[in-house]
């Protein structure tokens, strides 16, 4: 009997214990007594470094609610790669774009470059050979002594002394008349 009273004491004893731990930690509201629902996060009312703070917080399962729409926080991170994947393969179709429209316009100058190089030497070389034609062959080989002297003068002068600077002038001015007189 004395052992009936003990387990009997004991079971109240648990019992009471039981309902002070109860009472010091209650259930969820909305528990039926099995798992909770998962909470949910409004975005709409928190300011963004509100909502950024709560996110960094909650698991991935977490419920965040938007504009009237409910997603999962790893439903949010992988349409938030998804973006980013997308955003970065579109600045690499416009950067390789924008590099085939440099290359392009860059030949194209090019291009127009090399033609007027063209043109202007075509242009110079018929020139040069008008004039050597209307001077005959003695007046291309007087054309050339004239030239080959000029460019002795042009060289002596870069290290002549200021005596000798005068008298490669002098012969200077007389290899222009020269020229003159030839019609050059």
Do not use: W, Y
């Not at 127009?112 to 209307?134: C, G, P, V, Y």
């Amino acid at each position: 009997m004395i052992g009936n009273i003990r387990t009997a004491g004991l079971t109240i004893l648990s019992l009471a214990l039981g309902l002070v731990a109860n009472a010091a930690n209650p259930a969820p509201a909305g528990a039926g007594g099995g798992v909770s629902a998962p909470q949910v996060l409004k975005a709409d009312t928190l300011t963004k470094q509100q909502f950024e703070q709560q996110l960094k917080r909650l698991p991935d399962n977490a419920v965040i609610e938007s504009k009237g729409q409910r997603m999962t926080k790893a439903q949010i991170r992988a349409l938030a790669a998804q973006k980013g994947q997308a955003n970065q393969a579109k600045a690499q179709a416009a950067l390789s774009q924008a590099n085939a429209a440099f290359e392009e316009r860059r030949a194209q100058l090019e291009q127009q470059h090399q033609a007027k190089l063209q043109a202007d030497n075509a242009k110079a070389m018929a020139e040069f050979t008008r004039q050597s034609q209307a001077g005959g062959p003695a007046a291309s080989l007087q054309l050339e002594a004239i030239q080959e002297e000029a460019a002795q003068l042009c060289e002596r002068s870069r290290r002549a002394s200021p005596a000798e600077q005068a008298q490669i002038e002098q012969r200077a001015a007389q290899l222009l008349q020269q020229l003159q007189q030839m019609g050059r």
